[in-house]
């Protein structure tokens, strides 16, 4: 039984290997030690690296012969190695698939089990016509490790942070559908939805100020004195949602109109 166990030949090493690295290593401290090289040194300098070079194209050829030599004895085992392991591999080949259809069958099993779970648990969501099942959804819950009490966990918190957020939305804000509607595109995430259409509702006033401005007729400005005149006008509006304050601050700057805002 010991004797199987030996299945490749003893690798052979270097006997004078020692030997060898203790010489090699001696000329190089020697070598290295000039400080500067002359005239009378420098011929034995490059005797001592052409004897260098020649020891190094030995050790070379050395390696490559013994190595090859080596091969040739050892290429049938690797042969065979090759082929046991190709055998490994076609004769599991099979019965893996069967492994991973099964497996799939699974996580599909066990993805229909947490999409019914969503639609159970969100009947009861006032706004469940607005959730996804793709928005609370995560490739992982699909692993038969998944625990669906945990799921079921995190989903119950999920629904009432989204229910928060949409109640928030509707309460504080002018333009509820049109946050909303960011939310729902852009990751579920209220500030970042509150501050994208807060930016976009600025650039859009902005854009329309300057429209304004440029579709006044220019014969109408041709016709005016050459004089400034200053007009004294009053408007009052009775209410005006916050969120359009700004948009008429910048289509009355766009014209140029000096403006005071009296609060009742």
């Not at 190094?56 to 091969?71: A, C, G």
């Not at 957020?165 to 333009?175: G, P, Q, V, Y």
């Amino acid at each position: 039984m010991d004797e199987n166990k030996t299945i490749l030949p003893v690798v052979p090493v270097l006997t004078e290997y020692h030997e060898f690295k203790k010489n090699i290593t001696s000329v190089i401290i020697k070598l290295n030690k000039i400080t500067e090289l002359t005239e009378e040194n420098k011929k034995e300098v490059k005797t001592v690296i052409a004897e260098m070079n020649k020891t190094k194209e030995r050790i070379s050829r050395y390696r490559i012969d013994e190595t090859n030599k080596f091969l040739e004895y050892i290429n049938p085992y690797i042969e065979q190695c090759k082929e046991l392991e190709k055998l490994c591999t076609d004769g599991m080949a099979q019965i893996k698939t069967k492994v991973t259809e099964l497996e799939e069958s699974e996580r599909k099993q066990k993805v229909e089990t947490v999409h019914k779970l969503f639609d159970f648990c969100l009947e009861s969501c006032p706004y469940r016509n607005l959730l996804k099942f793709e928005m609370f959804f995560e490739q992982s819950m699909g692993n038969k490790s998944a625990s669906l009490t945990v799921i079921e966990t995190q989903l119950k918190e999920w629904i009432e942070v989204r229910t928060s957020d949409f109640n928030f939305i509707k309460k504080n804000a002018d333009d509820a559908e049109a946050i909303i509607a960011i939310y729902l595109q852009n990751g579920l995430k209220l500030t970042a939805a509150i501050e994208t259409h807060q930016e976009r509702y600025k650039s859009e006033a902005e854009i329309q100020a300057m429209i304004a401005v440029e579709q006044e007729p220019t014969q109408v400005l041709a016709s005016k004195p050459s004089f400034e005149k200053k007009l004294d006008i009053t408007v009052k509006i009775k209410q005006l949602p916050q969120s359009k304050v700004k948009a008429l601050q910048a289509f009355l700057d766009g014209l140029g109109v000096e403006f005071e805002v009296e609060i009742a």
